[in-house]
């Protein structure tokens, strides 16, 4: 018995499933018992889902080059290019925790990333032309329970009860910009549904949820999703025009990109439009982009690190901000976070994936005919859709999870458009070939399939399992102090630092509760642990400041005032907390170079008069 073969029907529906679930799971997965409900649950989904796919997918995997398609193979060769610059990025990152599981709250490490590259793997390798409708369906499912969600957030009966400060409308994505995003790739999905749809029942079924998932996403606020659907819808209206009258088809194609062009152009601040579609945001992003182009300046061939663009970016972030003194731990835009994170070597292989993927899904939108045109279209909106959002959006697990699943579609059905056709008529006849011998074999090996799903899930159990301890734990010492005594609650942070030695995030949350209770000396532990782990954390090195600094030992705070002046240049107050630091030791002297540098960077500022006059006095 081989086990390298081509899957049989059964086996490769089962894979589509648990594809597709992992997906609509992944975006829709919160946990309100955890200190971050959002993304660190979704995480732990998406490594679950990949460990089952990769297990039941196994067979196709190892037979890949003798059962798929060119574009297959070309496919899968680009997203091993970038599975292997992820880990070559990866083992270049500097804080290895970090690196794995990301950042904290975002969790875009190694780990996500993988599984995310497993899926899309194991998508181009799954779908075809007739099992594809099963996508849309799961997609437009996730969009209208999440549209529901939305419903009740608006009208106040959240059953979740967030603590929500701004748009009510985060759902299950901790955002209305994410929020935003995916309803948007959704609401593409759900008018395919509707205009497919044979039955009025269902006809009438998907227009109404199409306009409930229209609703939430223009009161989320957001113009990505906005943005989004209208490019998805546009494709699959054009398409549906040109499959009823090709001329007809034709004109529309050439509106569609006369309103497209000052539509895209309002997006920029640019042209008649702009006073109604321009977001205020947008200029907070130029920011970020710029630390990222800074970042990559710097460290063009690795970058600065997986995830790492927090612990970087007041260091590179410019001097005269949108919002003075206004941080970032992503650069809003995949692009530029993995340019500037990731350096080229992950950089360059995941936009010859986009390019690639791109280009034959387009290719293939062409060729095809009827049924098959309308549904290649659908996609290929839904990718295009994606790709443009990714300009401007961050890698949230719950939407991006769809960009991975989305493009490995794309690949299969692209495909499949090209295997149907009498140039492929031999390639196509040895894949049938194989898939129609062994029957025999893959039935007798599904075991094989079911226990290595068993192992990888294991695997990642036992890697992502302690991450939600710790979370866990988090949230019972913020939410549930009452259940301590004044005497057993220090005690217990400190008996949790100890387990938690290689992770400086979760080792910041402790000391800063270790703070808020005075315990000073347990808090230095943990500040110290954290500068080894990690010495450019700024709030390693601002605690440790902090710290001293209120119980009057200036001198010792120096070495952590001067290297905070180093990752934060721009941040007068922490200047001026060094200018103090130095005149109690007498140091005038370098208490006035802190004191010109702030007059030059701001001069006139409040921190310049207030550093000229700690000089005089």
Known sequence: MRLARALSDVEARKVQTFVLLGGVFTTLTIWTKLEDPINLPKMFVLALSAAIVLGLALPAFLSARKFTTPIQQISLGLIFLFGLGLLIATMATDVKYTAVFGEYRRNNGFLSYFALVILMAAASLVFNLKSVKRYFTFLGIAGLILSFYGILQGAGKDPVGWKIDYNPFITTLGNPNFTSGFLGLAGIAILYLALDAKDRKYQVIYAVGLLADLYILWRSGSIQGVFGFAIGAAVIILVKIWLINRKFGQ????????LGTPVALAVLNIGPLASRLYQGTLRNRLDYWNAAIGMFKDHPIFGVGIDRFGEYYREYAVQNQVVQGQIADNAHSIYLQLLATGGLILFIPYILLVFFITFVGFKALVKSQGDDKFKIGAIFGI?????????????????????????????????????????????????????????????????????????????????????????SALYNFKNNASSYTTDTYVPALVSESKSASNNSQYLIQLANLALIQNAVNEAFVMIDQINKIDSRSYYGNYFAAFALEALNKRSDAIKYRERLKDLDPWNNASLIELIKDYLSVGNKASAAEIAALIKQNYPGSQSDIDASALLVG
């Not at 004109?251 to 006369?258: D, K, M, P």
């Open 251 to 258: 004109v529309s194609l050439l509106i569609a990109a006369a």
């Open 383 to 471: 990718w295009l859709a994606t790709v443009t959002i990714n300009i401007v959006t961050i890698d949230n697990l719950g939407v991006g999870v769809w960009f991975w699943i989305t493009g490995g579609v794309l690949v299969a059905v692209s495909a499949d458009q090209v295997q149907s056709s009498d140039l492929e008529q031999g390639h196509r006849e040895k894949v049938n070939k194989g898939k129609s011998t062994k029957s025999a074999n893959s039935e007798s090996a599904f075991p094989v399939t079911y226990v290595a799903s068993f192992i990888l899930v294991i695997l990642a159990l036992v890697m992502v399992v302690p991450a939600l301890g710790k979370s």
